[in-house]
Antibody
Framework: QVQLQESGPGLVKPSQTLSLTCTVS??????????WNWIRQPPGKGLEWIGY???????QYNPSLKSRVSISLDTSKNQFSLQLSTVTAADTAVYYC???????????WGQGTLVTVSS | QSALTQPPSASGSLGQSVTISCTGT?????????VSWYQQHPGKAPKFVIF???KRPSGVPARFSGSKSGNTASLTISGLQTEDEADYYC?????????FGGGTKLTVL
């Protein structure tokens, strides 16, 4: 069973870049079994898919966020990361890292981390 | 790309059945048999209960079932239990992307 743990700042200032890391245990991010996703949930609202990176480094992003998002792999640390630039209050959310059995079955979720955008 | 359409709320009595719908388009639900459903209790991460329209992962009770007709997918929970009270989200593959429904809050009466 893959386990995932998000980490990163809980508070980001408007216009800055949000950076989160997901540490993976129980499988290798370069192993080929999964796509590695980020999903977010604003307080009291629904889920929004942000994007994924495959074991080989191919990425796909939500078109509504594509201009501001980057997802990367660090195989040496068995981690993957999210960067979201030029944030506003609308980016305040719980951010989850999630494994996907492609296509589109999200099988394992991290516990989530709340990121608040505020000055 | 708009979210898939789910009713904001649904309810059913203990032991009864309830069906939650998820309506998309010919570009998502109507085009692919890759619809999944997620259960989320307050303050917890979501958990998948149905994948590929109608398959149940191990450990999910058989009273959870899924189906699809045209552009609409459905999740049916029979023999409702108190622990089924939660938010439910559908998700569809769209070729390149993935898209969630807006979520349905299920109340067990």
């Amino acid at each position: 069973q893959v386990q995932l743990q998000e980490s990163g700042p809980g508070l980001v200032k408007p216009s800055q870049t949000l950076s989160l890391t997901c540490t993976v245990s129980g499988d290798s991010v370069s192993g080929g079994d999964y796509f590695w996703n980020w999903i977010r949930q604003p307080p009291g609202k629904g889920l929004e898919w942000i994007g994924y990176i495959s074991y080989s480094g191919n990425t796909q992003y939500n078109p509504s966020l594509k201009s501001r998002v980057s997802i990367s792999l660090d195989t040496s640390k068995n981690q993957f990361s999210l960067q979201l630039s030029t944030v506003t209050a609308a980016d305040t959310a719980v951010y989850y890292c999630v494994t996907e059995v492609p296509p589109a079955t999200f099988v394992s979720w991290g516990q989530g981390t709340l990121v608040t955008v505020s000055s | 790309q708009s979210a898939l359409t789910q009713p904001p709320s649904a309810s059913g009595s203990l032991g009864q059945s309830v069906t939650i719908s998820c309506t998309g388009t010919t570009s998502d639900i109507g085009a692919y048999d890759f619809v999944s459903w997620y259960q989320q209790h307050p303050g917890k991460a979501p958990k998948f209960v149905i994948f590929e329209v109608n398959k149940r992962p191990s450990g999910v009770p058989a009273r959870f079932s899924g189906s699809k007709s045209g552009n609409t997918a459905s999740l049916t929970i029979s023999g409702l239990q108190t622990e089924d009270e939660a938010d439910y989200y559908c998700l569809s593959y769209t070729g390149d992307n993935r898209i969630f429904g807006g979520g349905t809050k299920l109340t067990v009466l």
